[in-house]
């Protein structure tokens, strides 16, 4: 059905004209909440979502794509709830070819003051003959009525022919000139499996450039996945070649091997401006709290010898190397720490500081927590005060991240006491306190002391969980650094993930084990019904 095309606003033609002309600023897409949740065991609840959201938006990104609306209801949710609250960014929805899929995604990003419908589909000799079953002059014919149909609900249309980089020249120049005649003010170029190399994508850039009538009047934009480690060099090669959106992810999380990673895309560009001649609109200060956020959410740990955000990336352990530090730091620093937002003078608060000092640091960090989560915090850090000599930023960030997801119960630790030893079976004895105040003790004796506490929990909430992956590292440095553990665990078919934090390790584990306890039974109470597993993957497993 052919549809009626609107014209664009004189406003946003204007913005976007502006845009185009300041054409040295590469707007950053970011695409954490969506393309990074589906990374296996990185989904998120529409609260961590929101928190990641705003991060974001401190970080000053450009686009935030929220979601894909249409996945399931708790993505359609986490999407609208991003864009009613947050503010600043544009908030985009992804969505296939489809008229229900447009229609979700409209609805839930409607409420932002900046909205962006994304619509896909894919374009290369394998995904026409192996999964759509679909002839080039249908592909074309599809993604031409989904953007006029979106246009007919938004200004501001993307559009991605999945798989670019895989797919014949001449059909994906095709593709493209279709798109942005029916409507589309961005053309994403998807290296959807990280097979491209740099130099071949620039002549992709190239040709598209030359052979698409109308492509200097919209936004390029690219979108690498990091399959074969080239992600983020292709992003750059195709910004040089023109492309002046780059879509990545924090950390780089996201399917298989992730996507292109933010923080090093931004700060390649900075670091190296005199080269790429270009800039980003990024407060690069916020990129190590976001990072550092986004891992303690998703359980998606940095690699200590991760670019930009990895422990490592500013320590120097051979002694040429401080030596020629201490002579000058940019005999073997490029960027400067403070320029990622890693404080130099990492041991900040103490004993003595005080609930205003307290929050400013945990604001520093990139946390915007509201009072009654500022009190519960800022309780836990003088009680963790009284146990630690030296208190880190990571202590800060374990207490807010503990804080956040144990906020509601139904049911709340008390007290808990567990034994082992080489010589004897462990066994835990453990209080819980219900929402009516009443408490339930229990006692339990395994082989370690982990299962030990574990199942006094599954006894005094009758919830049994199969637990899959227990992850423990340490929040800073030092004997007496709390340990963070990381729990996923299944239930009736469904992958959940829980966190909790403490000097104790026992106990940390006990709080992630409990954490996830809660939150089946608020789903249960909340008349949710179990999905299928096959239903969850293909939806993006909300949990
Ligand atoms: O990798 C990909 O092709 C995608 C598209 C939906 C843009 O994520
Ligand atoms: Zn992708």
Not at 392 to 417: C, F, H, R, T
């Amino acid at each position: 059905m052919a549809r009626k095309l609107i014209l664009l606003k004189p406003n946003y033609k204007k913005q976007h004209e502006n845009y185009i002309m300041e054409n040295n600023t590469v707007k950053i897409f970011d695409t954490t909440l969506r393309d990074g949740e589906q990374a296996p065991g990185c989904s998120m609840t529409v609260r961590e979502k929101l928190r990641i959201s705003k991060a974001l938006s401190d970080l000053n990104v450009d686009i935030i794509e929220a979601g894909f609306p249409a996945a399931s209801p708790g993505d359609f949710n986490a999407v609208k709830t991003i864009a009613d609250e947050n503010r600043g960014p544009i908030i985009c929805g992804l969505a296939r070819c489809h008229s229900e899929d447009i229609e979700k995604a409209y609805k839930a990003i409607k409420g932002a003051d900046n909205h962006r419908i994304h619509v896909f589909v894919a374009t290369s000799a394998i995904h026409r003959e192996y999964k759509l079953k679909m002839a080039k002059e249908e592909i074309i014919k599809s993604a031409v009525n989904s953007i006029a149909h979106a246009r007919e609900l938004v200004e501001d249309i993307e559009f991605s022919p999945e798989d670019a980089s895989r797919t014949e020249l001449s059909f994906l120049a095709e593709v493209v000139e279709a798109a942005i005649e029916a409507g589309a003010s961005t053309v994403n170029i998807p290296d959807t499996v990280g097979y491209t190399v740099p130099s071949e994508f620039k002549k992709l850039f190239e040709y598209l450039k030359k052979n698409v009538k109308g492509i200097d009047d919209i936004t390029l934009s690219v979108h690498c996945h990091d399959d074969l480690g080239m992600s983020v060099a292709n992003s750059l090669t195709a910004a040089r070649s023109g492309a002046r959106q780059i879509e990545c992810t924090i950390n780089g999380i996201g399917e298989r091997a992730g996507n292109c990673s933010l923080e090093e895309v931004v700060m390649a560009i900075k670091t190296r401006s005199e080269f790429f001649n270009l800039k980003t609109n990024i407060k690069t200060n916020r990129l190590y709290p976001t990072a550092r956020l986004v891992a303690g959410i998703t359980g998606m740990n940095i690699p200590r010898n991760k670019a930009i955000v990895g422990e490592n990336a500013f320590s120097h352990e051979a002694g040429i190397h401080q030596h020629g530090m201490l002579q000058h730091s940019s005999t073997y620093e490029i960027m400067r720490p403070d320029d990622v937002g890693i404080s130099q003078s990492n041991l900040v608060l103490g004993k003595h500081s005080g609930r205003h000092a307290f929050r400013e640091r945990v604001t520093d960090l990139g946390f915007d927590i509201d009072e009654f989560e500022t009190n519960r915090a800022f309780n836990e850090f003088k009680k963790l005060a009284d146990l630690k000599k030296d208190m880190y930023d990571g202590d800060i960030e374990a207490i807010i991240m503990n804080v956040d997801s144990s906020s509601s119960g139904p049911w709340v630790l008390k007290s808990m006491q567990v034994t082992s030893g080489t010589e004897q079976s462990a066994s835990a004895k453990i209080t819980l306190i219900d929402e009516n105040a009443k408490e339930k003790t229990v006692k339990s004796n395994a082989s370690g002391p982990i299962e030990a506490a574990f199942k006094a929990l599954e006894t005094a909430t009758n919830i049994q969980l199969t637990l899959k992956k227990f992850d423990l590292h340490s929040a800073t440095t030092g004997d007496d650094a709390q340990g963070e553990v990381i729990i996923t665990t299944e239930f009736e078919g469904r992958s959940y993930r829980g966190h909790g934090v403490s000097v104790d390790i026992v106990e940390a584990g006990s709080r992630a084990y409990l954490e996830v306890i809660n939150r089946i039974l608020r789903r249960q109470r909340s008349g949710v019904k179990s999905t299928s597993k096959k239903k969850i993957k293909k939806s993006a497993n909300i949990i």
